[in-house]
């Protein structure tokens, strides 16, 4: 059962949402001012600097917020004229000039938006090209530590539920100039009405003609005027609270509905008859919930919407209040009375519209830090400058070497000393999480070693560029990853691609039969996230395919961790037989569980709780009855007699 913070339990009904809004909320809050004002800024001029056009949605909100005073104005004028009787040819002149303001204003409006928008969008794309630039200039270690995985995760989550953390805001930013800007103009044409509010009119007495009467109408107003901030403000962040959940709600509810439709997780709902507990989370409790906050969110907006409303109306019948009053007693003309009861509506809806954006903008504030949190990330792997040559004789060596993960006590290597050298074939056996896909990263520079070193050539690797140094390594992870791409794309990995080494490769790897069933050849899209008639291809293919890549790559060293584990014995025994025959002359490492399909590799490493305990050949280890490799080696072997 789930807990909240105060240890409280909850209803079992309902549903464990991390509530984003409020961790966002707290950071913000937690941040200093000046740090949150220097942060926006700083995000400000980087929108601007990558999408310049962004710039016009700004300007355009406070275009926008002047373009109602020319009515105002010029109604007020226009209304006074006819009062006093003036004939057309002295009113025309008016009413061209409002009407060609009106055609400017909505001409640049059209203008800022057509440019605006793709401005704004082509902001969208570039932000999220940072983020991906960002993080693949990451060394591989930063990449893999949790908390960089952390900063991520809620950058994306708050993509997700917030938006664009550079495009929101300037959003905001438009709608805040718009409600100062109306606020401006307004007080600008609301000023003469100061100049007289506070004046009595010879002749006449009473409260009523009273400075007293503006200042208590004017304390009502300032009153008001807080209130209105304040509760649009708060409205906001608790609406913006209430969508985050419901969000979050909608996200698992798809996650279930996706899981659903994929033919990958079909086996498992029906043998494991799942139907039940599934439609139980997705259908139930999401179902309740989601309603549930729905009206919230519907009650939460009519209710703002209906308090705001009423509270301009009151501070409006004080303002109506005075400026009739004063009218009455004739200090204010017929025209001034609209110019200033249509300016002080524009005082209400810009005010609104300040509160509704400050509330947005501070929601919108933790989006910029977690970007920048990704943007600020440096490599921490110092590159050299020495080239690597893959022509080259090669020989690295494990000099003394340990490593431990960020973060962790417990050594993941220890004291490792071996030397591989060009043409050599290598098999590394142990147990799961005995060292040997740790020994494969610290060799490939994806890590650097907690001590010792490792040489290239008796060069320390750190004194090679790091690109360079990579380019020696084909690599399998046992985790490797395809893509959705052309199969000739995946197998190239980038650059023009060589049919005629990619169907070497391909055939050499075993893929040749499946190739065949493909009409388009190398040109057959994989998977269907980029294209309608993609292909799925099972895991012993993708394997297949991973295998052809690396051979495609042609670098002097090669690695196979696992690479067969989704292959059947024969297959796995054909693929081993191609790469020995295409590693002649190169370096190889092969990491298996299998022991027999090692049996061609010249020497065999054998590591053991993060230690490498055995080295050498597979007849000469297999005389040591109390050594690890004969452990190994018969528990595997036994099941072939």
Known sequence: MNKSNQGKTRDKKQIDINDSSGRDLSYARRASVFSNLRLFFRGMRMAFKESPLALTQVLRQP???????????????????????????????????????????????????KTGWPGMQALYIKEQ?????????????????????????????????????????????????????????????????????????????????????????????????????????????????MHDKYLKLEGIFHYYSKMLEDHKS?????????????????????????????RRLGSSQALQTGLLA????????????????????GFITIGAIVRYMGSFLQVVNGLMQIGGNLGRLDALIPGMRYFFDIIDLAPKHASGDLKADPKGEITVEFRDVSFKYPQQEAYALRHVNFTLRGGEHLAIVGENGSGKTTFIKLLCRLYDPTEGEILLNGVNIRDYDEDEYRRLFSVVFQDYQLFSLKLGENVASGGEIDEESALLCLEEAGFTQRLDKMPEGLSTWLYRECAEDGVEISGGEAQKLALARALYKDA????????????????????????NRFAQGKAAIYISHRLSSCRFCEKVAVFEAGELVQHGGHDDLILDG????????????????
């Open 63 to 113: 275009i926008s917020a002047v373009a109602p005073f020319v009515n105002i104005y010029f109604s007020a004028l226009i209304l006074e004229q006819l009062t006093n009787m003036a004939d057309f040819a002295q009113i025309l002149p008016n009413i061209i000039w409002a009407v060609g303001l009106n055609a400017l204003f909505y001409f640049v409006n059209w203008t800022f938006d």
């Open 266 to 294: 079909g086996k498992e709902v029906r043998v494991y008859a799942q139907q039940d507990l599934i439609e139980h989370h997705a259908s139930d409790k999401l179902q309740d919930e989601g309603v549930t906050l729905q």
């Open 626 to 641: 109390e050594g690890k490799y004969y452990e190994l080696w018969n528990a595997q072997a036994k099941y072939y007699v």
């Open 556 to 579: 002097p060293v090669i690695v196979l961790d696992e690479p067969t584990a989704s292959l059947d014995p024969i297959a796995e025994a054909a693929v081993y037989a191609g790469f």
């Open 310 to 329: 009423i509270i301009g109306a009151i501070l409006g019948f004080g303002v109506y209040l005075l400026i009739g009053i004063k009218g009455l007693f």
């Open 129 to 241: 090209l940072l983020t991906s630039r960002a993080v693949l200039s990451l060394d591989y270690e930063t990449l893999e530590d949790t908390e960089t995985q952390k900063k991520l995760s809620e950058l994306h989550e708050h993509w997700m539920h917030r938006g664009s953390p550079l495009q929101s805001p300037i959003w905001d930013l438009s709608g805040l100039f718009g409600g100062l800007c109306s606020l401006g103009m307004s007080f600008y044409f609301l000023w003469p009405l100061f100049r007289i509010i506070f004046v009595r009119q010879e002749g006449a007495e009473g409260f009523l003609n009273s400075p007293w009467l503006a200042v208590a109408v004017f304390i009502f107003i300032g009153i008001g005027v807080g209130v209105v901030v304040y509760m649009s403000n708060l409205m906001t962040k608790k609406w913006f609270a």
